[in-house]
């Protein structure tokens, strides 16, 4: 997944320095991720979750605990928002035009946007009200990126299986935890 997301980066031809916000960073991987290759970039990050947060300091990362929903960054700020996964956990009722509308706000005119979020699958899933958490049509997708203002450079589909080591600790962990356990093995 990171080469495909630094093949699209480099199609999105970013300048040698910048800012980048990472827009639901967790632990901050992302952010190492981009800094290697980007050492001039000032790089930070916001998450809800403070747990990722105190891992991403350990490591001195400049981050902050944020809803993407209410982004503490300045408008036109930014040249960069990189935003993983984040999309589909938000409230159902409007939530990610929310954080895109956020996202678009803080981006410099002809700032650049990587999001990553899941697609629907086949068979087709509901949106689970109960746990906010939702999949994304492509032609969905795309109409809420360009209601928001957002020029689409590319939007596709990618799958990715889980690495050969995971498959020992899921068959370990199904036999820990039989009941409730709902790994990749899970039925």
Same mark, same amino acid.
């Given at each position: 997944?990171?080469?495909?997301?630094?093949?699209?980066?480099?199609? =999105?031809?970013? =300048?040698?320095?910048?800012?980048?916000?990472?827009? &639901?960073?967790?632990?901050?991987?992302?952010? #190492?991720?981009?800094?290697?290759?980007?050492?001039?970039?000032?790089?930070?990050?916001?998450?809800?979750?403070?747990?990722?947060?105190?891992?991403?300091?350990?490591?001195?990362? =400049?981050?902050?605990?944020?809803?993407?929903?209410?982004?503490? %960054?300045?408008?036109?700020?930014?040249?960069?928002? %990189?935003?993983?996964?984040?999309?589909?956990?938000?409230?159902?009722?409007? &939530?990610?035009?929310?954080?895109?509308?956020?996202?678009?706000?803080?981006?410099?005119?002809? !700032?650049?946007?990587?999001?990553?979020?899941?697609?629907?699958?086949?068979?087709?899933?509901?949106?689970?009200? =109960?746990?906010?958490?939702?999949?994304?049509?492509?032609?969905?997708?795309?109409? %809420?990126?360009?209601?928001?203002?957002?020029?689409?450079?590319?939007?596709?589909?990618?799958?990715?299986? $889980? &690495?050969?080591?995971?498959?020992?600790?899921?068959?370990?962990?199904?036999?820990?935890? #039989?009941? !409730?356990?709902? !790994?990749? $093995?899970?039925?």
């Amino acid at each position: 997944m990171r080469d495909i997301a630094q093949q699209l980066l480099a199609r =999105a031809s970013l =300048a040698e320095r910048g800012v980048m916000v990472d827009a &639901g960073c967790g632990s901050g991987q992302t952010m #190492s991720w981009f800094v290697e290759t980007r050492p001039a970039w000032f790089v930070t990050g916001v998450d809800v979750a403070m747990e990722g947060l105190v891992f991403a300091r350990t490591a001195g990362q =400049a981050v902050a605990q944020a809803s993407v929903l209410a982004l503490p %960054i300045v408008d036109g700020g930014v040249d960069l928002v %990189i935003s993983l996964d984040v999309l589909q956990h938000l409230p159902l009722d409007g &939530g990610d035009s929310a954080a895109l509308s956020e996202f678009a706000r803080i981006l410099r005119q002809g !700032g650049t946007l990587l999001v990553r979020t899941n697609a629907q699958a086949f068979p087709r899933t509901e949106d689970d009200d =109960a746990a906010a958490f939702r999949k994304y049509e492509p032609h969905a997708l795309r109409a %809420i990126l360009t209601a928001t203002g957002f020029e689409i450079l590319r939007l596709g589909r990618v799958n990715a299986l $889980l &690495g050969l080591a995971e498959i020992p600790r899921e068959i370990r962990a199904r036999k820990q935890e #039989s009941a !409730g356990y709902h !790994g990749i $093995l899970a039925p």
